[in-house]
């Protein structure tokens, strides 16, 4: 019995969503905007990534073994770049760990510059700040892990159909987390004049 795309989809936003709760919307939009940059990143980047990283080996590989003192040296680069760090032909996994990190960073990020929760509202707002972040992590993880990483192991669904089916949500669930960081942010430039204001007017009494 095959589990359907949507369930897992379901599982993702509800186990991000409990953390976005914990955390609070401000932690959320912060690591929402480290994962897209990442995501920006290795989609203009990716390839040349790739490429620096495996020329970064090569330099170091021929290094190590002796490669400026070989009679053939020539010969020996042509040797170690037969086997290179990352396949040319199948970065995939590569671009996936670095994504990672990425993701990791984002929400290391969120923790140490953005304020904690504390009320009921930001809590509730980091909850679906929270699910659009695994949302985001979950596409481009299987989007990048496909071929060579399948996901089925043990029931009859392939990373192209869970691929395929976040990619249809995906632009509308960005489009939301855009909005919905757009209005906090705007609601909370409010809360501030209307603070300020009053201390003013408060001021203006008292002299």
Do not use: C
């Not at 589990?3 to 932690?27: C, E, K, T, Y």
């Not at 490669?67 to 032909?89: C, H, K, M, S």
């Not at 009921?120 to 980091?126: E, R």
Request: aromatic share 8%.
């Amino acid at each position: 019995m095959g589990v359907p795309p949507v369930a897992i989809v379901v599982l993702v936003l509800i186990g991000f969503g409990a953390v976005g709760f914990q955390r609070g919307w401000l932690r959320e939009i912060t690591t929402l905007g480290v994962l897209l940059l990442g995501w920006l990143i290795l989609a203009a980047l990716g390839w040349d990534i790739v490429l620096a990283t495996n020329k970064a080996y090569l330099a170091l590989q021929f290094t190590l073994v002796g490669g400026f003192d070989a009679v053939d040296a020539n010969a020996l680069l042509r040797q170690l770049r037969a086997q290179p760090l990352i396949n040319p032909r199948s970065p995939d996994l590569f671009l996936a760990f670095l994504y990672v990190l990425a993701a990791a960073g984002g929400y290391y990020a969120g923790q140490r510059l953005a304020p904690p929760r504390r009320t009921l509202s930001t809590q509730a707002l980091g909850a679906l700040g929270g699910a659009v972040n695994g949302y985001l992590i979950t596409y481009v993880l299987v989007r990048y892990a496909s071929p060579e990483a399948r996901l089925s192991v043990s029931f009859n669904l392939t990373t192209g159909t869970i691929a395929d089916t976040l990619g249809q949500y995906l632009s509308a669930l960005l489009l939301a987390g855009i909005i919905l960081a757009i209005a906090l942010a705007l609601l909370s430039a409010i809360r501030v004049r209307g603070a300020s204001g009053r201390r003013g007017h408060e001021v203006g009494d008292r002299r």
